[in-house]
């Protein structure tokens, strides 16, 4: 029987939320925590390969005051109280939610349970002085500009979308009979919060004292060998889609497209890696040195790409310029120009000597003491 602290660590199904989670849950078992993940029944072979345990199915996907589901106040309310019964059986010292579920942390605050929250991005608290987040712009860089954007911080928060979320999340808090919450936030822990991403990626910030910056929580789930295509071609090309199935359309000799690839057996042979700027693709390429192109997808993907390209460690291609021309043109200029590999390379061996999982894990340590 472990003699560790007792730990739940919820996340959703996500890969790029639920691995992190997951990477965190091994890290406290090997440092002799007692370890129950909740995470979606996708994952559950991977736990049991890692001798984690399972908690009952929790597929919910559940963003605090998203309005967009119909229904969904009452299936948040009934994943809170799917969880209680095991919070109160099992009586963890400690809950670890992943910021983009609401569950897991409503239920340690219903029980009265000590409850960090997981990041595995780049911080998405708006600071002083900085644009927004997602917004995919780069930090200011005279006072006239941080000005502005601390200016029009409060204002923000006023915008119709901002305090809706606002009341849809609190309605959801009085359905489980917790009171208002005034932040705009959710269920962000006020005791620890763990950001997995590299600190080269943060913009300069003043931190809270409860807000750490590990590096990343990376756990590779597929063995799966590809063969690359032949070195004949100016360039050779790995495509992953990552779980989404075939690529519709012909693909060049000098391409190979997989459905998964393991990240720790391609990323070390990779001169640049191109992705929509998922954090778990562009941690994985940074801790191999692999300079990176992002073309965003969505918000978030866009602010990882400024992160990347503000770091002087790869480029961003918007969405709407996306076509062949400006793409080739940016991945000539990443692989032509050596200050990109050298700032990568930076970054990978910081990562080296950095585990963000370890590290995270004895944050946890200290919140369950």
Known sequence: MSEG???????????????????????????????????????????AELGLGAAPRSDYFAVPGDEQHPGKDAALAASVR???????????????????????ALAAEIARVPCATLFPEVYPVHGSRLPPFA?????????????????????????PGARAARRAFNREREELGLEPEPG??????????????????????????HVHVTGPMM?????????????????????????????NGPVPANAVVADWVSYGRV????????????????????????????????ADDAEHGARVGWSGAGLMVPGWLLRPG????????????????VRAREIAAWSSANDGAARGAELVEGLAR
Not at 184 to 206: C, I, K, M, N, W
Request: glycine share 10%.
């Open 5 to 47: 602290p007792r730990v739940l660590v919820g996340a959703v199904g996500l890969a790029g939320h639920a691995l992190p989670a997951i990477a965190l849950a091994r890290a406290l078992g090997d440092r002799g925590a007692g370890v129950v993940v909740a995470t979606s029944e996708r994952w559950r072979p991977l736990l």
């Open 82 to 104: 799917g969880l209680l019964p095991m919070l109160r059986e099992a009586k963890p010292d400690v809950v670890v939610s992943d910021g983009l579920t609401a569950a897991p």
């Open 135 to 159: 917004s995919g712009l780069y930090p200011p860089r005279t006072p006239v500009g941080a000005a502005a954007w601390s200016a029009g911080q409060p204002l923000r928060r006023l915008l």
């Open 184 to 209: 705009f936030h959710g269920t962000l822990s006020d005791d620890l919060t763990l950001v997995a991403t590299f600190p080269q990626l943060e913009y300069p910030r003043r931190w809270p004292g």
């Open 219 to 247: 756990l590779d789930p597929s063995d799966v060998e590809v063969e690359l295509p032949g070195g004949d071609e100016p360039v050779r090309v790995l495509v992953t889609m990552g779980g989404a199935g075939e690529l």
């Open 267 to 298: 990323m070390p042979l990779a001169s640049a890696v191109v992705c929509n700027g998922n954090h778990g693709t562009v941690a994985w390429a940074l801790a191999h040195g692999a300079p990176v192109l992002v073309s965003p997808a969505m």
């Open 326 to 341: 400006p793409v080739r043109l940016a991945m000539r200029q990443l692989l032509d120009d050596p200050a990109f590999r």
